[in-house]
């Protein structure tokens, strides 16, 4: 299994970015997929995740300003994430819930003016 995050960059405060995670291998809708960050001197942390039926959980951190999707189609998920603040600046790397757990390579987000 390899899961390819990409949309991370540079935004300013109150701007928005949507990150996108191709899931590639063997893969099910069944899976949970889910979205952690991890900023410089911090522990990782799960920001959002979303079951095969779409039932989604939320930090409390990013509640509100987060939305978590996916397209079993494309093996693909998404985070919308509107309003961002600079705490919100890590790297966003995408997760696939299960033994084994997969872990992806991060994407740099950035918010800062």
């Known amino acids: 299994v390899q899961l390819q995050a990409s949309g991370g960059g540079l935004v300013q405060p109150g701007g928005s970015l949507r990150l996108s995670c191709l899931a590639s291998?063997?893969?099910?809708?069944?899976?949970?997929m889910g979205w952690s960050r991890q900023a410089p001197g911090k522990q990782r942390e799960l920001v959002a995740s979303?079951?095969?039926?779409?039932?989604?959980i939320y930090a409390d951190s990013v509640k509100g300003r987060f939305t978590i999707s996916r397209d079993n189609a494309k093996n693909t998920v998404y985070l919308q994430m509107n309003s961002l603040k600079p705490e919100d600046t890590a790297v966003y790397s995408c997760?696939?819930?299960?033994?084994?757990?997969?872990w992806g390579q991060g994407t740099q987000v950035t918010v800062s003016s």
């Open positions: 997760t696939m819930f299960g033994s084994p757990r997969y």
């Open positions: 291998g063997k893969i099910s809708s069944q899976n949970v």
């Open positions: 979303i079951g095969s039926a779409g039932y989604t």
